[in-house]
């Protein structure tokens, strides 16, 4: 008898653990144990999660379709699983503090997924990867304000049981972000690194997000990684330099524009900060070396990548 009962154990035990190596996304608990009317602070919170969590799901059923790396349609799948948990359990909550929640996405998704169906290939894996960093960068913020600051204590816990899956997200897409071929590498081909020096960057929106300040290089290639972006406030209020992701840029005619990039997502990035590892264009590495395979700077100040002489950079293009 107890035989059996240790092998039914054991049974059990290997039926219910979960795969090796597999992401485990924790159900967020969906009992309520407060009424009564909300915040407005909980009930923002509330609505821009489920209008968040019906855009990933929708965006994520796309990768499934369109993309053309199996990473990002992997990606888009998790996605899915993962955002409909979490809305299961929003609308569990709501149903129990009789809160309304939106039914459909805001006009900024429905437009950013419309710009999504039109792409294929790789253009949708970079535009969706890309997306898929501002947004959970974006969610990553909110969770955690709320979990920290939020006024109802059935949404604070939701907040923080859900953020640790928010996390890893963005980790994972941002380890997935590099090894994805990039969209408007065409028309760079154009466009050298010194003729963007100093020119005017406009957003998705039409609206200028900034001057290109800087270029950063990655040390091993020489090849562009990112854009310094100057920031210039008003009397020098406000001023900040922020990184956008070269691959994003594309020239439109006489203008440079930042696809999949608004000037109100530019507004809440953090402020870019040089350390002794940058290398750039403009910027010197601080790690004053000589030796083959690192960074000299010139007499201008210029940093020179390998394979480059002088301040003339080598436009790896």
């Known amino acids: 008898m107890k035989r059996h009962h240790l092998l039914a154990t054991a049974a059990l035990i290997l039926f219910t653990a979960p795969a090796v190596g597999m992401a485990q996304t924790p159900t967020p608990t ?48 998790h996605m899915v699983a993962d955002h409909n948990k979490t809305a299961d359990a929003m609308k569990a909550l709501a149903k129990q503090k ?14 950013k997924l419309d710009q999504l169906r039109g792409l294929k290939g790789d253009e949708f894996d970079s535009a969706y990867l890309q ?23 059935d949404l604070k816990r939701f907040a923080d049981q859900t953020l640790p899956t928010l996390e890893q997200h963005l980790r994972q897409v941002r380890d997935l972000r590099p090894n994805v071929a990039s969209t408007g590498n065409a028309n760079q081909q154009s466009t050298s690194f010194e ?38 406030g008003v009397l020098g209020i406000g001023a900040k330099q922020v990184a ?7 020239s ?24 002794d590892t940058t290398v750039s264009l403009g910027k010197h590495s601080s790690s004053d070396r000589n030796h083959t395979g690192t960074m000299n700077h010139s007499t201008t100040g210029t940093t020179t990548a390998p394979g480059t002489t002088g301040s003339q950079p080598r436009n790896p293009q």
Not at 98 to 111: A, F, G, N, Y
């Open 30 to 77: 969906k009992t309520a144990t407060s009424q009564g009317p909300l915040a407005p602070q909980d009930k923002t919170f509330a609505d821009t999660a489920a209008i968040s969590d019906m855009f990933e799901i929708q965006a994520g059923k796309l990768a499934q379709d369109q993309a053309k790396d199996k990473g990002v349609k992997q990606f888009g799948g």
């Open 195 to 232: 003729k963007l020096m100093g020119k005017n960057v406009y957003g998705q929106d039409g609206k200028k997000l900034g001057d290109v300040a800087d270029i950063i290089l990655d040390p091993q290639s020489g090849a562009a990684t990112a854009v310094i972006l100057d920031r210039g």
């Open 252 to 275: 439109s005619g006489d203008r440079i524009v930042a696809s999949q990039v608004t000037e109100d997502q530019v507004k809440q990035m953090k402020e870019f900060k040089y350390d």
């Open 244 to 250: 956008l992701d070269y691959n994003l840029l594309n």
């Open 131 to 153: 997306g898929q960093i501002d947004a959970h960068q974006k969610a990553v913020t909110l969770f955690r304000d709320q979990a920290k600051n939020g006024k109802d204590a």
């Open 98 to 111: 009789s809160m309304d929640l939106p039914t459909k996405l805001d006009s900024e998704h429905t437009q």
